[in-house]
């Protein structure tokens, strides 16, 4: 037999034996496709459909030595054809040591759009054996402050996606470094100390004039600048300003600010005293060169931020790292916006950074998405410069493939039913939990009342064990007797000892079903796949109930 006809094969025999000797079409296509991502589906339907021909007139007890003969021999364990993911070469990485670094603003958590900036930085620095840097560019201590445990939190995610940070830096531990250069720049004649009223500077910058600060000595701001430091000067009343170009033709470019005032300054890091706090453009633009950065991965908004920055590396003679703009990563229906998000959170829309509704990776990573398929996903956008929007659907596809094969199935009951089978032989049962011992005699099971409620009289069978005619159905519980063992349908689902599971859907809102105490078994962070529902990721396991994250169907 050919591989790709074999593994069709082993995968019929699992699904069929799972499920009471009738494998699936649509699961073994996935199967095929997982394994060989390549292949047209009109080939995969043919070999599902020659496996599935095969198993499902194979006798039930045929197909259940194969499966245990696949069982011992080699697993079910998916292991697709990885296809190597490649980010182009850098041409002048050859001679130059690769330092990329990852700068992220903590007033908020990492998200999907932000992860790619992380990623990519990262992989360049491994693929060079270079290094990655993290960096908090957290110098604004007024609007976007930094949020609590930002470190520790960011450092959760990118651990979790596999980017190993080589050193982490803030720059609020940065700010004198930054207050030397500002000196610098004045005494070299490339800063001011502008005193005027905003509104004036605006109206002199739009009609491309100096203001009557610009021209003054270098003393004269030397002062003013020590002024600043002591508080001397209240916020609004002095901002620092670099020398660009009066005539620039995007007007945010003409002399933009170095540092500026705050009087009542919040920040985790640094004290209240400290009032002068630097641009982000600045700052950021500063320790590129100062950390040794070599290559920068940003989005195409910050094409503006390099062209103010350049003035700055031209006083100084400094060359300006290699730079790659990428377009902005987006999530169907979801906001990435980190302002929006922490509103969210503080007016109590979102439960937290990890509410379900959100893109955030806390989010991702809580509802059982792999750091896998994040990085896949974002490995395959690659550094393209338009925007790109990821389907949830997308995202669904890759993290199946995935977790498919090391999630175990299980049924889940909506609406718990007892239902009493009497005259029942004895029977071991393997079930999605393992093997189930029935009573001979009385027999008691949970099945969906739906399932049941309109079949008196009629013959159902109980998945993988046997066939019972419903005798009777009062208000709490159905009665039933044992009629035979041969494959019928309709197929119910059961079990015999129900555990609470709670699980959180993509809505933020909470289901309940009832599922086998085995459940209780299942570890944080293991992945589950329950019948009529979808992949979830266990939460949290308590002595009697399980809480539950909804990933994808
Ligand atoms: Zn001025």
Redesign the pocket.
């Known amino acids: 037999m050919q591989e790709l006809e074999k593994k069709a094969y082993k995968y019929a025999i699992k699904n069929a034996y799972l499920h009471d000797g009738k494998a699936d079409l649509g699961a073994v296509i996935g199967k095929i496709k997982a394994l060989e991502p390549d292949i047209e589906i009109k080939k995969a339907v043919e070999y599902a459909k020659h496996a599935i021909e095969k198993v499902n007139n194979m006798p039930f007890e045929e197909i259940k030595r194969e499966y245990e003969h696949f069982e011992q021999s080699e697993g079910f364990e998916l292991k697709p054809v990885q296809k190597e993911e490649h980010l182009p070469e850098l041409p002048w990485a050859e001679q130059q040591a690769v330092v990329t670094r990852f700068a992220p603003n903590p007033n908020g958590l990492m998200h999907l759009g932000s992860a790619r900036a992380a990623i990519l930085s990262y992989e360049y620095a491994k693929r060079y054996k270079g290094k990655f840097l993290l960096r908090f560019d957290d110098t604004d201590p007024k609007v976007k402050t930094p949020i609590p445990n930002a470190e520790e939190l960011f450092k959760k995610d990118l651990k979790w996606l596999k980017c190993s940070v080589t050193k982490t830096y803030f720059a609020s531990d940065r700010l004198n470094i930054y207050e030397e250069y500002m000196r610098k720049l004045i005494e070299i004649g490339r800063a ?1 100390v ?3 009223d905003p509104e004036e ?1 605006r109206g002199k910058i739009k009609a491309q004039k100096a ?4 021209n003054k000595k270098t003393s004269e701001h030397l002062k003013r600048f020590e002024k600043m430091l002591k508080h001397e000067f209240k916020e609004g009343e002095a901002v620092l300003r670099i020398k660009t170009v009066l005539s620039h033709k995007d007007p945010s470019v003409r002399d933009w600010w170095l540092a500026k005032i705050v009087d009542e300054p919040t920040h985790p890091r640094v004290s209240s005293e400290h009032h002068v706090w630097p641009s982000y453009n600045f700052a950021s633009a500063l320790d590129d060169h100062l950390l040794g950065v070599t290559l920068i991965i940003r989005g195409q908004e910050h094409q503006q931020n390099e062209t103010k920055q350049m003035f700055l590396y031209s006083y100084f003679g400094w060359e300006y790292p290699h730079t790659i703009y990428t377009g902005r990563v987006m999530l169907e229906g979801v906001t990435l916006s980190t302002s929006k998000i922490r509103e969210g959170i503080e007016k109590g829309i979102y439960i937290g950074w990890d509410d379900p509704r959100l893109g955030t990776i806390a989010a991702l990573r809580r509802r059982g998405f792999q750091s896998e398929t994040i990085r896949k996903i974002i490995l395959s956008i690659g550094i393209k410069p338009n925007d790109t929007t990821i389907e949830w659907n997308t995202l669904a596809a890759i993290n199946r493939e995935i977790i498919s094969e090391k999630s175990e199935r299980i049924s889940a009951i909506e609406e718990p039913f007892r239902l009493v089978v009497e005259f029942a032989p004895a029977k071991e049962v393997k079930t999605d939990f393992g093997t189930v011992k029935l009573n001979e005699g009385l027999q008691k099971f949970i099945v969906e009342k739906k399932l049941i409620k309109n079949k008196l009289n009629g013959i159902v069978r109980l998945r993988n064990a046997y066939n019972v005619k419903i005798k009777k159905i009062a208000e709490l519980q159905a009665f039933a007797e044992y009629v035979g063992d041969e494959k019928i349908e309709p197929i119910i689902p059961w079990i015999t000892e129900p555990v609470k599971i709670e699980i959180m859907m993509p809505n933020a809102k909470k289901i309940e079903r009832v599922t086998d105490k085995a459940i209780l078994k299942k570890k944080v962070d293991e992945t589950c796949y329950i019948d009529n529902l979808g992949f979830v990721r266990i939460d949290n396991v308590t002595e009697t109930k399980v809480d539950a994250w909804f990933a994808h169907r």
């Open positions: 001011y502008c005193t005027c500077w203001c009557p600060c610009r």
